[in-house]
């Protein structure tokens, strides 16, 4: 059965600090791996998806860049953490008649 | 561009009595929806969808209807018990677009025992 993971599952970092959250995902392959944040009172903003290894489009403009050097691996990134950047992350997989399979998800908090 | 939108951000419903939650969509290429359910600190979990050729789908205690020319669909949820309270998701998807699913802003249901 396909299984995603995604780690870590809370995280505190500094404003100006670099961010690294990684998602993998078993039992599927080349899966369409999506990250979503859903900020304090919004809902699910979808902010990098891939249909492929190398393969990243962009949704809205922001402080994050994502990567995904293999197959069943999906990196969202950050040079110098923002304030705004705090939510809740969200890596996700499409296939099957659910939809979208997410993961467990961070909770990151910028101070 | 709010493309899929749940205008009620809370709902609170006494325990066994039926929950309605409602969604609407602006964008007429969705031809498929789902509703997901959310726990604090988890991901999403798949609840119940409903294809755009039919006006409703049920699942023991959740039943989704479409309303096409309206484009507006609801969950409800009969009898509502305690665990149901979470945050719902409405999403919709365009087989013959891009198949992203773009997710409403969530109705936080709150079950009063």
């Known amino acids: 059965s396909q299984t995603i993971h995604q780690w870590p599952a809370t995280l505190v970092q500094p404003v100006g600090s670099p961010l690294s959250l990684e998602c993998t995902v078993e039992g599927t392959s080349n899966p369409n791996l999506y990250w979503y944040r859903q900020a304090a009172g919004r809902g699910l903003q979808l902010l990098f998806y891939s249909v492929g290894i190398g393969q990243i489009s962009s949704e809205v403009p922001q402080n994050l860049s994502a990567s995904r050097p293999q197959d069943r691996q999906f990196i969202l990134s950050s040079k110098k953490l923002l304030l705004s950047d705090s939510g809740f992350y969200l890596c996700?997989?499409?296939?099957?008649?659910?939809?979208?399979?997410f993961g467990s998800g961070t909770r990151l908090t910028v101070v | 561009d709010q493309q899929v939108k749940q205008n009620s951000p809370s709902l609170s419903v006494q325990e066994g009595r039926i929950s309605i939650l409602n969604c609407d969509y602006t964008?007429?290429?969705?031809?498929?929806f789902l509703w997901y359910k959310k726990y604090p600190a988890e991901g999403p979990t798949f609840l119940i969808s409903?294809?755009?050729?039919?006006d409703k789908n049920e699942d023991g205690r959740f039943t989704v209807f479409l309303n096409k020319s309206a484009k507006h669909l609801s969950l409800h949820i009969v009898p509502s018990q305690p665990g149901d309270s979470a945050v719902y998701f409405c999403?919709?998807?365009?087989?013959?677009?891009?198949?992203?699913?773009?997710f409403g802003t969530g109705t936080r249901l709150t079950i009063i025992p």
């Open positions: 999403a919709a998807l365009a087989h013959f677009g891009n198949e992203k699913l773009t």
């Open positions: 996700a997989w499409s296939g099957g008649r659910y939809g979208y399979t």
């Open positions: 409903i294809s755009s050729i039919k």
């Open positions: 964008n007429s290429m969705f031809d498929y």
